[in-house]
């Protein structure tokens, strides 16, 4: 009899408070990424090529980053709350 395909014990299965705390947990660290990703996306620009004429100056790219950092910090305390309310929902499960 192949054992691969038995049951789960109570022992093996994952409990459901500890899958929802990893998805809790992946979902903070995709907001922690979204907005790390969101400001550097604001400080190097969308173009992956730029030849010298086409640069941004110092100010256009400073104005970009102050433009993006709100919405960047709220999404990255927003990742940190949701990533640490999944450590302790995986915990208490």
Same mark, same amino acid.
């Given at each position: 009899?192949?054992?691969?395909?038995? =049951?789960?014990?109570? =022992?093996?299965?994952?409990?459901?408070?500890? %899958?929802?705390?990893?998805?809790?947990?992946?979902?903070?660290?995709?907001?922690?990424?979204?907005?790390?990703?969101?400001?550097?996306?604001?400080?190097?620009?969308?173009?992956?090529? %730029?030849?010298?004429?086409?640069?941004?100056?110092?100010?256009?790219?400073?104005?970009?980053?102050?433009?993006?950092?709100?919405?960047?910090?709220?999404?990255?305390?927003?990742?940190?709350?949701?990533?640490?309310?999944?450590?302790?929902?995986?915990?208490?499960?």
């Amino acid at each position: 009899m192949d054992d691969s395909k038995a =049951e789960p014990t109570p =022992e093996t299965a994952p409990l459901p408070r500890s %899958r929802l705390g990893w998805g809790l947990m992946a979902v903070g660290c995709a907001l922690v990424l979204w907005a790390v990703l969101g400001l550097a996306g604001a400080g190097y620009g969308s173009q992956p090529t %730029r030849n010298f004429a086409a640069r941004r100056s110092y100010n256009m790219v400073k104005r970009d980053v102050h433009r993006a950092f709100p919405a960047a910090m709220m999404r990255a305390v927003a990742g940190l709350a949701i990533l640490a309310l999944g450590a302790r929902t995986r915990r208490r499960g």
